[in-house]
């Protein structure tokens, strides 16, 4: 079992920057894949970034690629959605998540565990 508990979101100017937390609670979060994802009211939830257990793989969506950056640390069991140049279009709840699969993933049913989310507001 694996909790997962986001923070570092808020409200932003366009072209500004956020840093997102996510603290996981259990010995076993480096052997997860973690991923962030997103969802904009009245859309779908979105993937945003992937991470593998080692740091050594990380994916993208097209629309966050050179703007977002994903990293995490393993001894302090928290994964870490760095945004920079925010947009408008990237207002939404950001959550975290955790696969055990193995691999770097981005479809939202390949993760076994969610964090309950935090709102990110970009505005004009």
């Known amino acids: 079992q694996v909790h997962l508990v986001e923070s570092g979101g808020g409200l932003v100017q366009a072209g500004g920057s956020l840093r997102l937390s996510c603290a996981a609670s259990?010995?076993?979060?480096?052997?997860?894949?973690m991923g962030w994802f997103r969802q904009a009211p009245g859309k779908e939830r979105e993937f945003v970034a992937t991470?593998?257990?080692?740091?050594?793989?990380?994916r993208y969506a097209d629309s966050v690629k050179g703007r977002f950056t994903i990293s995490r640390d393993n001894a302090k069991n928290t994964v870490y959605l760095q945004m920079n140049s925010l947009k408008l279009e990237d207002t939404a709840v950001y959550y975290c998540?955790?696969?055990?699969?193995?691999?770097?993933?981005?479809?939202?049913?390949?993760?076994?565990?969610w964090g309950q989310g935090t709102q990110v507001t970009v505005s004009s």
């Open positions: 998540a955790a696969s055990s699969r193995g691999r770097t993933a981005v479809r939202g049913d390949e993760y076994d565990y």
């Open positions: 259990g010995r076993t979060f480096s052997s997860y894949v």
């Open positions: 991470i593998s257990w080692n740091t050594i793989s990380t």
